[in-house]
């Protein structure tokens, strides 16, 4: 075989890779406009999460790629978190369901482009989310170029230039031809006749948004599972970093730590001191708990930074330089974890006075988190740890505490401790409680059961309120597909149903 007949045949073993990957993308941005338009997130998101995972392996396996084996690990979280989406509702929960599938999908993508995850530090687990988001646009040109250009070098002019003629021409047309159509009946008629469907915006949405999944995952599949891995180094090597001396870095950790001391005897004053002391300057117990929080929270996460550059930064001369380090970053992490328990206590106050909400239960959640990562970093920093123990310890922690959230059902949960509070204090929310998703149904409904009638809350306008919503399901359950199932709403059906004959007594109470 001659050089050219060889080189023949590599442009066209390329070429029909390429225009593999395009077909199997088309095929997944078909299946992703059935299963998602004019659906709810439900049952077909897990499935449509699964297909892709295993279109992936197989694309993997048939084009010989290597992938790192922390892609079959990830695949665990990936399916569990998925399949939560079609378990609860939860606005909220399943904006963190679908952000973490999402970032599990980059990581697994990641994963083909030689990226081991135990060997990631930190900035490695957010480079991802730029550079792959970045490259599928470009990768999805070099997967069309090569496609034209791998058919056949003695054709390449005349050939190439009517294929990207064709490429660039589908679109317009089929955009022109709708404005054509709206314009003029007559020309709409003879379009019809030619074609005999039916031109119309939703059409041309829906296969704008199949042609975009499609380029999407051209371009994924095109960086991830073709081109020559692309390696990259993060941050400065040890001869490149800059040096923050002795003086300097105690100057600036012990200036802090001084700061923070102040801080902390005056909250071990006032706010774990109790009402008096509160009362004494002025402000109520719920004011003083409620104004600080997310400023305690926000100076958690400033010092986690803060402490996590300086050491990276730092050059360790000797072991003095490092033993003054370790008890400079070390107290600050104790005084910080203090600052961290002064802001729980806070909205735990602020809880007592007024309630369970989503918002509070989510900062509580994000506060005992953030004290396990600081433990991990307290940990990395006296015992000399590598930072990619740090980094994969977070990571974990992420999908562990997502996890537990899931779990826990934060919705019902709220709901729980409202109805529990209410035997101590007599009051409750029902406006709050009716906002909550159906994951809370099966506690909503125990507010039926209560004997008492006290002023704070109308118990016929809240079964009112459940009436309206089991009528929004019924209605959903109708005009929706096997797409949009979803396991808690179908147990919040149930339930309602069950109370039907005494909801609809309540019906008129409210507005639709």
């Known amino acids: 075989m001659s050089n050219d007949q060889t080189i023949e045949a590599q442009d066209n073993n390329e070429s029909n890779k390429y225009t593999q990957i395009i077909a199997v993308a088309f095929a997944l941005g078909w299946v992703f406009d059935y299963f998602f338009f004019r659906q709810q997130l439900g049952l077909s998101f897990p499935v449509y999460v699964a297909l892709l995972f295993f279109v992936f392996l197989a694309l993997a396996k048939r084009f010989q790629t290597t992938l790192d084996k922390s892609i079959i690990y990830l695949a665990g979280p990936l399916f569990f978190f998925s399949i939560m989406v079609y378990v609860r509702s939860s606005e909220f929960l399943a904006f963190l369901n679908l952000a973490i599938t999402y970032y599990l999908l980059i990581l697994i993508a990641n994963g083909a482009l030689g990226s081991k995850i135990l060997s990631n530090t ?38 190439g230039k009517i294929l990207r003629g064709i490429i660039m021409a589908i679109p317009v047309l089929i955009l022109f031809v709708f404005l054509l159509s709206s314009a003029d009946i007559i020309f709409k008629q003879y379009v019809d006749k030619i074609f005999s469907i039916q031109i119309t915006p939703e059409a041309v949405f829906r296969t704008i948004l199949i042609l975009s999944i499609t380029g999407i995952f051209t371009g994924v599949f095109t960086y991830a599972l073709l081109l020559p891995k692309n390696k990259f180094s993060v941050g400065r090597s040890e001869t490149t970093r800059g040096r923050l001396g002795i003086i300097e870095g105690s100057v600036f950790l012990g200036s802090i730590d001084l700061l923070f001391l102040s801080f902390i005897l005056i909250q071990a004053t006032y706010l774990f001191g109790g009402k008096r002391n509160i009362a004494i300057e002025g402000a109520t117990y719920a004011e003083y708990a409620r104004r600080g929080f997310f400023q305690l929270l926000a100076v958690s996460v400033i010092s986690f930074l803060l402490i996590w550059l300086t050491e990276k930064y730092i050059f360790q001369e000797n072991e003095g330089h490092l033993l003054i380090f370790k008890l400079l ?16 206590k806070r909205l735990q106050l602020y809880e007592n006075a007024f309630g369970f909400t989503s918002l509070r239960f989510y900062s509580h959640s994000f506060v005992i988190w953030l004290a396990v990562v600081f433990l991990f970093f307290l940990i990395k920093i006296v015992f000399d740890k590598p930072e990619k123990m740090l980094a994969f310890s977070t990571f974990v922690s992420i999908l562990i505490f997502l996890a537990a959230l899931n779990i826990m059902n934060p919705d019902a949960f709220i709901a729980r401790q409202n109805i529990a509070r209410f035997q101590e204090t007599k009051k409750l929310d029902a406006n709050y409680l009716s906002t909550l998703s159906d994951d809370a149904v099966s506690e909503l409904v125990k507010v039926l059961d209560i004997k008492d009638k006290p002023a704070s809350f109308n118990k016929e306008r809240f079964a009112g309120q459940l009436w309206r919503r089991r009528q929004e399901l019924l209605e959903l359950t109708k005009t929706r597909g096997w797409q949009s199932n979803n396991l808690s709403r179908s147990k919040a059906l149930k339930e309602l149903n069950r109370r039907a004959s005494m909801l609809v007594q309540y019906k008129d109470l409210v507005d639709y």
């Open 329 to 344: 970053s070390g107290f600050l992490i104790f005084e910080v974890m203090v600052i961290m328990a002064s802001a729980f």
């Open 122 to 159: 930190i900035a490695d687990y957010f480079k991802p989310l730029i550079l792959i988001p970045l490259n599928t646009l470009d990768k999805l040109f070099v997967a069309l170029a090569n496609i034209v250009a791998s058919r056949s070098r003695k054709n390449e002019k005349t050939r």
